[in-house]
């Protein structure tokens, strides 16, 4: 797992991991989705980087989705949802304002739930 190594990052997401039914099925969703880079650590991990954030497939047991909302940040919302959908995610939430932005929801392959905002 990632490590905090300066105070400014204290408090802050440090590393995501979904337990997942089948890894190569979510390194393809991730990486033709959002353009994930991996890094396999045996045959039941995973661990998936952003470019910023790390973040790991967890494949040793049954996949439990829920927990926090994972929110990512995209500048172009339309051409997003439109690679989520065809890497096979699905939009769950269409587009919608808050104050701040707009955003909107998706489902990944294993039934996890995210958010994608951006500026308004």
Known sequence: MGRMEKPRQDRRIDYIEFRVAHIAKSKEF???????????????????????????????????????????????????????????????KPVFEFPGGRRFHFTDPDGYELAVWTEA
């Open 30 to 92: 991730y990486g033709k989705a959002f353009g994930w880079t991996f890094t396999d650590c045996g045959p039941d991990y995973c661990e998936f980087s952003d470019g910023h954030l790390k973040g790991g497939f967890d494949g040793s047991g049954t996949v439990t989705p829920g927990g926090p909302l994972v929110v990512l940040y995209a500048t172009d919302l339309a051409d997003l949802a439109r690679r989520i959908e065809a890497a096979g995610g699905m939009v769950t």
